[in-house]
């Protein structure tokens, strides 16, 4: 069985960080570093360590704000423009890209909303909206030229996305909303106490069925959390059977693994190699592109404060992380959310799918990967995300 666990940075001749075979396979970095050591101080209150990591890239204009109208980055949006309004700075830039014909990434009228929302709190801010069609391809004309330079597959294999945006935040910084879901989100002791409490508060009414399988999840031991996790995963039939059981098992690991605690579960999530490699491809890219990539959610200061916030087991949920953060400044729909909107599309477009038609086989891992099932799975309706370093791989094989 391969080692499933690598160095966890080792750089190319680009300054990108090199994915090794075996996470190219399964499709993104897997298991974890060690995480940052926590400040020797912390201050509980993340509001205000949230708007310390945004001043920065205010301090150094454009600060442009990629906004998707998702729940991240229109909190990251909001509490932008309310930092610039307060200090007396410009107003940060909202960068929105739209994607015509593809119904499943419209966010239009989230965005209208959060737009209309900030200007009547007197929150100003530039917007601007780009129409997208085939640049974002995770071998399209954007990421092709890092690849070739690079010499292998990059993670996040997506770096489209980061290029086209960074382009319009030359000379000063780019915001993203990465690492929200993660910090944010999916902590064992969050969904317990909001089960508890609605218990205790309305005994029980108003609970779905799917409430009580998340409660009964996060309260599971290890073995069943993982096992749920993989199947949740799915079977990833491109991978060889001799790999599948145990990649897979390592790709749902952290997730399965985090600790019941509130704090310590917020402060792990810095610890996926994943993370440290997403980070450090973005950032390295973004630079490339004449701007400095900041990421507030993910950045060690916010989290620790948010982590001590919460203390050891006063678990906060996605909402009211949310709302806190926010400080009114976002609608009570947006905070509320639970869909989100699916980019898939524009990342294996014309030229990925061209691609695919045409492939050989060739380019990829045979003793890791199985061919057919693989181009079946590039050319599926929707094709699984986590195929595109190995669609990147056999693609630079071709080239």
């Not at 930092?83 to 739209?98: K, Q, S, W």
């Not at 909303?113 to 974002?136: F, M």
């Not at 990649?247 to 997730?255: D, K, P, Q, S, Y």
């Not at 440290?276 to 630079?287: E, W």
Request: aromatic share 6%.
């Amino acid at each position: 069985m391969p080692v499933l666990h690598a160095d966890p940075l080792l750089l190319g001749p680009t300054g990108l960080p090199v994915v090794p075979a075996l996470d190219v396979a399964i499709g993104h970095p897997v298991g974890t570093v060690p995480p940052p050591v926590p400040p020797a101080h912390v201050e509980p209150d993340p509001a205000r360590a949230l708007r310390d990591a945004l001043r920065p890239a205010l301090l150094r204009p454009p600060c442009v704000v990629a906004f998707s109208g998702g729940r991240d980055s229109s909190l990251l949006l909001a509490a932008a423009a309310d930092l610039a309004a307060r200090d007396g700075m410009a107003p940060p830039v909202a960068l929105t890209f739209r994607y015509p014909g593809d119904p499943a990434a419209d966010e239009s009228s989230w965005q209208e909303l959060v737009i209309a929302h900030l200007r009547d709190l007197g929150r100003p801010v530039e917007w601007v909206r780009r129409d997208v069609t085939t640049e974002l391809d995770n071998i399209g004309p954007l990421t092709a030229p890092v690849l070739r330079a690079h010499g292998g597959p990059t993670y996040p294999p997506g770096l489209g996305n980061t290029i086209l945006l960074a382009q319009h935040a030359r000379g000063g910084c780019l915001v993203t909303g990465n690492a929200g879901d993660e910090v944010l989100g999916g902590h064992r002791a969050a969904v317990l106490r909001a089960v508890l409490r609605a218990v205790l508060r309305r005994r029980a009414r108003g609970l779905t069925a799917a409430d009580w399988r998340l409660a009964a999840a996060c309260a599971a031991p290890v073995p069943v959390r993982r096992q749920l996790a993989r199947r949740e995963a799915g079977d990833a039939p491109w991978l060889r059977p001799g790999l599948r059981p145990a990649a897979l098992a390592e790709a749902t690991r952290g997730l399965a693994g985090r600790p019941l605690r509130w704090d310590r579960s917020v402060w792990s999530t810095l610890a996926p190699r994943a993370t440290l490699i997403g980070n450090r491809t973005r950032t390295s890219v973004a630079r490339d592109h004449g701007c400095e990539l900041v990421e507030p959610l993910g950045a060690a200061v916010f989290v620790a404060s948010y982590a001590a916030f919460g203390g050891r087991w006063g678990g906060i949920t996605r909402a009211a992380g949310t709302r806190l953060l926010a400080g009114g400044l976002l609608p009570d729909a947006v905070i509320g959310r639970r869909d989100k909107a699916q980019f898939n599309a524009s990342r294996f477009g014309a030229t990925s799918r061209e691609f695919a038609r045409g492939w050989d086989g060739c380019g990829v891992d045979d003793g890791l990967v199985d061919p057919v099932a693989l181009r079946a799975a590039w050319l599926a309706d929707a094709p699984p995300p986590s195929t595109a370093m190995l669609l990147q791989q056999a693609w630079l094989e071709a080239s």
